[in-house]
């Protein structure tokens, strides 16, 4: 009975050591999986999809194609792509997903090219002019 009582509060610790293992086992985890689409609904190639509140993302292939396993009961995908407008889903484990993505209006009005040199060939350049 001694034993008993001195090895008790290890016991309670080893007990609820168990216990919480035990919930993080039962973290629900599902594959998302679907195509993205532009306005036309041609099937968007790069497009990103994240998880919200975690780093777990993707790309889509080229035919528009992204599968994504997500962790929670209700995850909430953030799907964007530069000249699109961004869309939030509320993911309610229904199979297959098609999201159709609206083009943003935009008009560029300066394109600014930006030309590197290796410093090395510059200064060689600068030398050989001289």
Not at 43 to 50: E, H, I, Q
Not at 67 to 86: C, D, E, F, N
Not at 108 to 123: A, E, S, Y
Request: proline share 4%.
């Amino acid at each position: 009975m001694l034993a008993f009582k001195r090895n008790f509060p290890a016991r309670i610790g080893l007990f609820c050591l168990l216990l919480l293992m035990s919930f993080w086992s039962f973290a629900q985890t599902t594959t998302v999986s679907g195509t993205i689409l532009g306005t036309d609904n041609a099937p968007l190639s790069g497009a990103s999809v994240v998880q919200k509140g975690t780093s777990k993302g993707t790309t889509t292939d080229q035919k528009g194609f992204v599968s994504l396993t997500v962790t929670g009961a209700k995850p909430v995908l953030l799907i964007s792509m530069v000249g699109y407008q961004p869309y939030s889903l509320n993911y309610t484990g229904t199979g297959q997903v098609a999201i159709k993505l609206e083009a943003t209006a935009s008009d560029l009005q300066d394109v600014v090219v930006v030309g590197l040199v290796p410093r090395k060939k510059l200064i060689k350049q600068v030398l050989l002019k001289r």
